[in-house]
Structures are given as C-alpha cells and as structure tokens.
C-alpha cells in the first residue's frame, strides 16, 4: 500500500488549509482511515480518524482540533481528506495520514499502534 499526503503549505493563523492522502494498492473503504501530526521534538500525535464504510460515517478527533478540523473520506477516488480551519501556530506540524489496523469503529482509534501503514507527510506552517 502507498499513501501519499499533499496540501500542506504556509498560511496565517486563523486560515484555512485542505490536506489530501491518496491512496494506492488497498480499498480505502475497507479501512479506517486517520491522520497524525508532528512537531518538532515532539511525539507523533493522534489528530483524527474516519470509519470504516458501512458504519454510519463516525469519526473521532483529539481535544485541540474539535470543531476546527473536519476529516472525510471519497472512496471512489480512494483519497482521505482533512478540513483544518482557525489554524493556530500550534497546528504547525508534519502531517501523516495512515490505515488503520485493526476494527471499523474510529472511535478506538487515537494511537500509532492503531495504525499499520503511514503516507510520507505534509509539512503544514502556520504563522501567527
């Protein structure tokens, strides 16, 4: 599988920027998707994760981006997307988007270990 992630840019805080992971070599349907960030000298952190189809679109997303960031998914050309709007500077991050690797539901997605397959990341700068 081979998940490429592009979009990502400078913009001024409290813009908005539209991440995309295409995906090539699985169905992106059959899986729970989600995307990570990372700062620098930080760990990779949990941002959000989609349902896998046929389980009413559920989705789960980490505290600090509740409300700004929208996660969703267009099976038909097999790519994952991530809505980020009122960019903080802290948003400021690379952004990974993976598979998930393990049942249907987002909701038991929030850690690496939940994932098996990772995109190469977008690097994403938000200037306050």
């Known amino acids: 599988v081979q998940l490429q992630a592009s979009g990502g840019g400078l913009v001024q805080a409290g813009g908005s920027q539209r991440l995309s992971c295409a995906v090539s070599g699985r169905t992106l349907s059959n899986y729970v998707m989600g995307w990570f960030r990372q700062a620098p000298a930080k760990e990779r952190e949990f941002v959000a994760a989609i349902s896998r189809i046929g389980f009413g679109g559920s989705t789960n997303y980490v505290d600090s981006v509740k409300g700004r960031f929208t996660i969703s998914r267009d099976n038909a050309k097999n790519t994952v997307y991530l809505q980020m709007n009122s960019l903080k500077p802290e948003d400021t991050a690379v952004y990974y988007c993976?598979?998930?690797?393990?049942?249907?539901?987002?909701?038991?997605?929030?850690?690496?270990?939940?994932?098996?397959?990772w995109g190469q990341g977008t690097q994403v700068t938000v200037s306050s």
């Open positions: 993976a598979v998930g690797a393990k049942g249907p539901l987002a909701t038991y997605y929030n850690s690496v270990a939940d994932f098996g397959s």
